[in-house]
């Protein structure tokens, strides 16, 4: 964290947000939800700054085939459509990442019968919600954005709704992990993931298997 800090005073962002996911992993394997609080705020500044400096250039991608990515993908905003799923964005993203590049990435699926379109992340569990498409179909920064914080706070609700009452606090904040990855630049996901954390402070190691149902999700695998 002493890294990522650094990294975030002098304005490198995505090498900021990396450390904090080593940071965060790191401490999960220690039990340590105190440390996982602190993390979650300095990777929320992080996503924050990629998420803007991304929708801020007002270049929205429409990738419908392999030959609408751009040979040098930039720090934009990449739709990918149908015949997509959500893990080819996802598989973009990191690769993307992994060069040095942060583009903000979504996904969406095929119009359903009411004329929605399914916006999806891909992360340990896929997370799904359906808006309504932009104007003439056309993806412009305001929609994206929109789409985006709906994606988020589906998945919040959804890492809320997979628990049971009588669950470990400790598997709350797994089944947060389990949808970082399909929202990262969501920041009230991030602040709920703090929360999560929060309250597993002081409780004891779970001795229970951890146990969530199957996914089964022939779209997004």
Known sequence: MEEASTALTTGQYLL?????????????REYDFARMKRICMPLLEAQRYLRQDALDKGVIHTISSSADIP???????????PNFVGADALRFRNAANDAGIAP????????????????????????????????????NPKWFSHAGEQLGDQAIRD???????EDPPAWIVDDFLDRLDACPEHEKFLMALADACANAIGHPVPTRKRRRGLIDDPYSF
């Open 159 to 165: 890492s809320l709704d997979a628990a049971d009452p």
């Open 104 to 139: 903000f990435v979504l996904t969406r699926e095929p119009t359903t019968s009411k004329n929605q379109w399914p916006i999806v992340g891909v992360a340990e569990r896929v997370v799904r919600v359906r808006i309504a498409p932009p104007k003439d179909d056309t993806p």
């Open 16 to 28: 900021a947000a990396a450390l904090c996911r080593d940071a965060l992993a790191l401490a999960r």
């Open 71 to 81: 040979e040098s993908p930039g720090n934009e905003c990449f739709l990918f459509a």
